[in-house]
Structures are given as structure tokens and as C-alpha cells.
Nanobody, 120 residues
């Protein structure tokens, strides 16, 4: 079973920065895509950023220019550097990953999420 554990959320003032981390564990042969999604109060789930195994990144319009996604394949980890945070960035941020397990089956996993609260 593949597990994802996020860390790095918290309370920050508008204009501030936070870095989220997510580490994958379990029987993993390879990870293809990793990404971050968020679920804000009264909103649906929104893709924030994704990154391929080769490092190609894709961002939501709301994240472009402010957020940077990166990954460390050796550590099976993905990161989200968030700058110039706004009140509307307040949400539970979840990481996701898909790939192949050590047994040769495909997996798609989600983390439990970490709360980010931006005070205005």
C-alpha cells in the first residue's frame, strides 16, 4: 500500500510564504505524476500544480507566478513553495501521486491533507 504524508501547513499572514512537503512510502517501484490539490471553504477541489517524473510542471492560473512545485525522485517527495499568499489560498492542501508498485500494479494515492490558513 502506498501512503502519502503532507507537512508544512499552518497559519500565515497575507503576503507571506509557506512550503508544503509530501513524502510517499510503501512498496513503490516508480512514481509518474505528483501534484497538489486544494479544497477551500465552500469550494470544490481544485488542482493547484502537478509535475511529471521528468520535471514538467503545470499550474492553475491562480498559482502561476506565486507557487512553485518541485520533486525529489530519490526521496519520493514533492514540494510546493507558496509565495505572496492571499486569503483565498486558505484551504486543505492534499498531495497526490500515481505510478507502479513493487508488485507491478498501478497505484493512485492521496494524502490526508494539511491545512493552510492565510489571514488578511
Amino acid at each position: 500500500q502506498v501512503q502519502l504524508v503532507e507537512s508544512g501547513g499552518g497559519l500565515v499572514q497575507a503576503g507571506g510564504s509557506l512550503t508544503l512537503s509530501c513524502a510517499a512510502s510503501g512498496s513503490i517501484f516508480s512514481i509518474n505524476n505528483m501534484g497538489w490539490y486544494r479544497h477551500g471553504p465552500g469550494k470544490g477541489r481544485e488542482m493547484v500544480a502537478t509535475i511529471t517524473s521528468g520535471g514538467s510542471a503545470n499550474y492553475a492560473d491562480s498559482a502561476k507566478g506565486r507557487f512553485t512545485i518541485s520533486r525529489d525522485n530519490a526521496k519520493k517527495s514533492v514540494y510546493l513553495q507558496m509565495n505572496s499568499l492571499k486569503a483565498e489560498d486558505t484551504a486543505v492542501y492534499c498531495c497526490t501521486a500515481d505510478g507502479t508498485t513493487g508488485w507491478g500494479s498501478e497505484f493512485s494515492a492521496w494524502g490526508q491533507g494539511t491545512q493552510v490558513t492565510v489571514s488578511s
